[in-house]
């Protein structure tokens, strides 16, 4: 990681130690290509700039069989470590990516719980990230319905919607189930599901439970905002606020945001090739004939 910048170059750090995948399992070294996709994500729905993170993965062994006994596998072949092994390895990486990179923010990534709480400053996306869109989904079919989550009886079954080929439910089973009366909402890819002939997404694209992907950058900012409310309210931002320059009006503050994105915008390029091309070329700098070929 030392060689990898200076104190303010990272603002965001993916590590994994590729435990627990979400329906995979462990899958040693090779996990953090899903730690890479998340980093991806933070680009395209947050705006941060792909050389300002940092994707790390922490070789502690691994339990996959296969992996054991595959003499191509990149990573360590033994073993996982645990106990006071593993957690003083973990907080050797959290207090080296605190000391080299201390502005930065620390996204643990597939650790099998209870690897991976909540250590300084930090994102915990097995256990918070899944579950925001949970409750954001559950808040938007509340709200659909007009039902009061106290009145709910819910039910959770199976380890969650991640890849599609294992979940535990389709959509188009649940709305045979329920006949039509389930609100679905998923987060991994599935067709539009028709029940008695109709399709709800065809028939009214803005019924959705959750905003449309397209939507991702302005969603974004609206959260960004809402985080920085809060942090001021409870007295966690005045000194960033005043030090930065947050601005304190909403319509500034929304400005200021979308500043802070980075956007993939490059300049054009023109394509030079023949003949014509290259004498027009030399003319332009001046040199011509003979010249042309002793300078070359």
């Not at 933070?42 to 339990?63: F, S």
């Not at 643990?108 to 409750?135: A, I, K, Y």
Request: charged letters at 25%.
């Amino acid at each position: 990681m030392k060689g990898w910048g200076n104190p303010d170059d990272i603002d965001y750090i993916v590590v994994t130690d590729s435990e627990e995948i979400l329906s995979v399992g462990d899958q040693g070294v090779g996990g953090i290509l899903i730690s890479i996709a998340k980093l991806v994500l933070t680009t395209i729905c947050a705006g941060i700039h792909p050389n300002r993170q940092l994707v790390v993965v922490l070789d502690c062994g691994t339990d996959n069989e296969d992996l054991l006994n595959d003499e191509l596998y990149l990573g360590i072949r033994k073993r996982r470590t645990g106990g006071k092994e593993y957690d003083g390895f973990v907080d050797t990486f959290v207090k080296s990516a605190r000391e080299l990179y201390p502005k930065a923010y620390i996204h643990f990534e597939d650790f099998e719980l209870p690897n991976g709480e909540p250590r300084n400053s930090c994102f915990n996306n097995g256990v918070q990230g899944t579950g925001c869109v949970t409750l954001a989904a559950i808040m938007a079919g509340l709200h659909v319905s007009k039902l009061k989550l106290q009145d709910m009886r819910m039910a959770v079954f199976g380890s969650g919607s991640n890849p599609t080929r294992l979940h535990e439910a389709y959509p188009s089973d649940i709305n045979e189930w329920s006949k039509g009366k389930a609100l679905i909402a998923t987060g991994s890819p599935f067709p539009p599901v028709k029940y008695n002939a109709q399709s709800p997404a065809l028939r009214d694209p803005n019924q959705g439970l959750l905003p449309d992907v397209e939507d991702v950058r302005d969603i974004s900012v609206q959260i960004a905002k809402a985080v920085i409310h809060a942090a001021v309210e409870e007295g966690l931002a005045h000194f960033f606020k005043r030090k930065i320059g947050i601005p304190d009006d909403e319509g500034g503050l929304d400005e200021w945001v979308r500043e802070q994105m980075w956007d993939p915008v490059y300049r054009d390029l023109e394509l030079v090739e023949g003949k014509k091309e290259k004498e027009d070329l030399k003319e332009e700098s001046g040199i011509k004939g003979d010249d042309a070929q002793a300078t070359s």
